[in-house]
């Protein structure tokens, strides 16, 4: 059997979280874009959080997106070749408008922003080679009723500043 031309990479089990202890950077599928998060902390507790929101799932292409809230301040945006694109999805619960960008050469998702977190950048974890284990799901009522619950991770009914489920 022939060796695929491009081998399969990015078992995350592979890095040790302790490689990231200066930061983390990851990329768009075809490397224009980069974002490294400047965070010391990053893997000493729970810091992302699922979304299963319709609108997270259908940018993520997935059954839930992984995000995380980081400040501004701490992340790094390179875009190399000028591919960040960026959609306005105004259909939001809010009518706020959350500003999804995206690698317009891949499609990868990138970040999001919104008003309602100002000085904040909602990251897409599936850039990175290893994700910090989530803290929360926001819209967990909206989940697949075949999804297990992950021990740990604490559940809102839709946003997170609203009830947790079974509240």
């Given at each position: ?72 301040d701490q992340v790094e945006l390179i875009d190399r070749d000028g591919t960040l694109k960026t959609y306005l999805d105004y259909a939001t619960g809010s009518g706020k408008p959350v500003h999804r960008s995206f690698c317009s050469t891949d499609g990868n ?59």
């Open positions: 059997m022939a060796q695929p031309k491009f081998p399969y990479t990015g078992n995350p089990n592979s890095h040790d979280p302790s490689e990231f202890a200066n930061g983390m950077t990851g990329t768009c599928l075809c490397g224009s874009i980069s974002v490294t998060i400047k965070d010391l902390d990053l893997f000493k507790g729970r810091k992302g959080h699922l979304c299963h929101c319709a609108n997270c799932r259908k940018v993520a292409g997935s059954y839930v997106s992984a995000n995380m809230l980081m400040k501004a998702p990138i970040k999001s922003e919104t008003e309602l977190a100002p000085g904040m950048v909602i990251l897409k974890m599936g850039i990175y080679p290893r994700i910090p284990p989530p803290s929360a799901e926001a819209f967990a009522e909206h989940r697949h009723d075949w999804q297990a619950k992950h021990e740990g991770v604490e559940q809102y009914a839709t946003t997170r500043s609203g009830p947790k489920l079974g509240e």
